[in-house]
């Protein structure tokens, strides 16, 4: 159970990555399959030559980040369609993946590179004998909000309410001479980076990458995304950044009780599936106003309020103004 705290708060990094390009930006980007694996691959190669693990972090984010502009520049320059281009890089990461890996012991290309001899960080929780306990689960929970909490403070800067009205209407912000071609790219290396340290994160979490680690990661980032929205809405940034967060261990949990229930490994795409499609139809079957959810994100409570004491005052002000005259 806990074990799924701390994967559930690890892979909030990544829906937090998956929640820019998906619901800020409008954009369909499949890339995050690859550049998951491009973290992992970056930290392990630089774990394994024993560099430092929040080095080895900074590097994946920066690999990620390349790997996501590039996608957006084959969209925006190149005048490819955004599923298409973001496909076309997914599959190119895979052969990059490979040769990243090969650098760890000097071959060619190789598909599994191990870390669990090396120091991670996650050694220190390790070695205070936290790791598994709801100490770890505290510590993750407040990295992760500290990182929501930057990327609430980023769109709320000129640059990331460009990066919105860009996600929102295109046409409408470039007629204020906003360069959407190059919101279009940071955001998409800013999301692939993001991916890219959870990658990082995993893999040093797990002791190990492997190339097929991001196989259907989108579905994974998808469905945190979606599953918190479906009950904290995407009105205000800084609660729908939060409901990423919510979904991410929300996942992880629902995991985590299928297979305790029996079902195998192989059915964790299949229940990936399942919770995608419950969390769509969540808002469908109005589950979040019967929770009172409704209220807390549109704030329903204090507009009824409102109209009665206008229309109460009304009567008393006309009075007043014939008694001037």
């Known amino acids: ?68 502009a590039i996608t957006g520049v084959l969209h925006t320059y190149g005048k490819i369609d955004g599923l298409l281009a973001g496909i076309l890089t997914m599959i190119a990461l895979w052969s990059v993946n490979l040769r990243i890996m090969g650098i760890s012991n000097g071959t060619a290309a190789l598909s599994n590179v191990g870390i669990r001899s090396s120091e991670s960080a996650f ?28 990327i609430d403070w980023f769109l709320s800067t000129d640059l990331g309410l460009s990066i919105q009205a860009t996600g929102n209407n295109e046409q409408m912000i470039r007629s204020f ?54 009950f904290f809405g995407n009105r205000w940034v800084w609660l729908a950044s939060f409901g990423v967060i919510v979904g991410a261990v929300l996942y992880r949990l629902v995991i985590f009780a299928a297979l305790s229930a029996g079902l195998s490994n192989t059915d964790v795409r299949l229940i990936t599936a399942v919770i995608v499609v419950i969390a769509l139809l969540i808002p469908r079957f109005g589950i979040g106003k019967r929770l009172g959810l409704d209220r807390l994100m549109r704030g329903k409570q204090t507009e009824p309020a409102a109209a009665p004491a206008t229309t109460e005052a009304e009567p008393a002000a006309v009075p007043a103004k014939e008694a001037q005259q």
């Not at 690890?10 to 954009?27: E, H, P, S």
């Not at 990458?209 to 980032?221: E, F, P, T």
């Open 1 to 68: 159970m806990i074990g799924a705290f701390e994967l559930g708060l690890i892979y909030a990094v990544v829906a937090l990555g998956v929640y820019l390009t998906f619901r800020i930006l409008n954009f369909p980007d499949l890339t995050v399959d690859g550049s998951f694996t491009t973290g992992a691959a970056v930290a392990a190669v630089c774990l394994s030559y024993d560099m430092n693990p929040v080095l080895a972090i900074l590097l994946s984010f920066a690999a990620g980040a390349i790997a996501g």
């Open 123 to 150: 050694s220190g929780l390790r070695e205070a004998g936290l790791l598994g306990t709801w100490g770890a689960v505290g510590i993750l929970f407040v990295a992760v909000f500290v990182l929501k909490l930057v």
């Open 177 to 230: 001479g906003v360069n959407t071609d190059a919101m279009k790219i940071l955001t998409l290396a800013l999301s692939n980076g993001l991916v890219a340290v959870g990658g990082a994160l995993v893999a040093q979490y797990t002791g190990s990458a492997d190339i097929s680690m991001g196989v259907g990661l989108i579905l994974i980032g998808l469905a945190s995304v979606i599953l918190g929205q479906a």
